[in-house]
């Protein structure tokens, strides 16, 4: 069974080579790796190929796709995919890295469970050379997703997981250009959505460089808010085709309250947001929220509530996860 693993490069010299031995010391061989130069400033393309020199078994597996001119991670991610030729595909951050048995591992898991979607545990590092296991929890692909729409509960990333390629093409799932920040919350939920099942590994299989590039609302521009709110629209547009009882409704709702909330803190008004978001909330209790609350003059008691919503539901959802007997896959 051949992965391909696509790995979107700008700015990385500092990091690639460890990335790319990583890759290229992989115990399972029935691989690809698809670099897209995004038009990097630095040095990265060069170090890729110095690290390859010394993998030679690995040459022929590899493709550099350079781009005519920057444009961005969502095009990044889109070109390596449209290149891709494996039944399977794994996302790696190009400053991130990989333990050597991690798509052995998938892979495996895979064939054991047959699943669309297999997600590791994976390692969050720091500069200070901390590094924190997060560990995956076991929930059944309903569940799973409705934590990772609150928000702030499953992280949505992209990475770290082993997808099947046809749950893109089959149902016209993919990074869109010009959506770079958030573009792991347009895309995660919709293919779990899309995946018959998915299934975990309990090992930590990836290294995240939690402090090597921006990752919160906080400390992004105006055009960072766009680009996720653009990334909230497609998310949207997604649940609205392919949910038509309303099963993810609350839990959507739920966290579009966040995204006003961090929309409205980075000093774009209602009007603005709307521009790209065309959101408007379907539940009596949404609308409600979003009349009397969802404005910048309230952004305190906005949070406060999303909050306190967030949080109940997410235990609600936790409880009856730990009563039901087929809650795990």
Not at 134 to 149: C, F, G, Q, S, V
Not at 229 to 236: D, I, K, Q, S, V
């Amino acid at each position: 069974m051949k992965v391909s693993v696509l790995v979107p490069v700008y700015g990385v010299e500092r990091y690639i080579g460890k990335c790319a031995k990583t890759l290229f010391e992989q115990t399972y061989q029935d691989l690809e790796f698809i670099f897209v130069d995004d038009c990097t400033p630095d040095n990265s393309i060069q170090v890729i190929q110095e690290v390859l020199a010394a993998y030679p078994q690995r040459k022929t597996q590899v493709k550099i796709i350079r781009h005519d001119h920057n444009r961005g991670l969502g095009a990044a991610r889109k070109t390596a995919l449209e290149a891709a030729l494996g039944e399977f595909v794994i996302n790696v951050d190009s400053d991130d890295y990989l333990t050597t048995d991690a798509i052995e591992k998938f892979v495996a898991q895979q064939k054991l469970t047959g699943a669309d979607i297999v997600s590791s545990a994976y390692n969050s590092c720091f500069e200070n050379g901390t590094i924190v296991y997060r560990a995956d929890a076991h929930h059944k692909k309903e569940t799973y997703i409705k934590l990772m729409l609150i928000q702030h509960t499953i992280l949505p990333h992209i990475w770290a997981r082993l997808i099947r390629k046809s749950l893109y093409t089959e149902n016209n799932i993919c990074s869109v250009e010009g959506i770079n920040m958030a573009e792991d919350l347009a895309l995660t939920p919709r293919l779990i959505h899309a995946a018959k099942t998915i299934a975990y590994i309990d090992d930590a299989t990836y290294y995240y460089r939690d402090d090597s590039s921006a990752s919160t609302f906080s400390r992004l521009t105006t055009k960072h808010i766009v680009s996720a709110l653009r990334a909230n629209e497609e998310l949207w547009s997604y649940f609205q085709q392919h949910d038509q009882e309303n099963n993810y409704l609350f839990a959507i709702e739920t966290g579009f309250l966040n995204t006003y909330q961090q929309s409205l803190k980075g000093e774009l008004t209602t009007d603005e947001i709307k521009t790209y978001f065309s959101y408007s909330p379907k539940s009596v209790f949404f609308r409600c929220l979003h009349t009397l609350i969802a404005h910048r003059q309230t952004l305190p008691l906005l949070r406060f509530t999303y909050l306190a919503i967030k949080w109940t539901y997410r235990n609600y959802l936790r409880i009856k996860a730990r009563h039901s007997s087929n809650d795990l896959t």
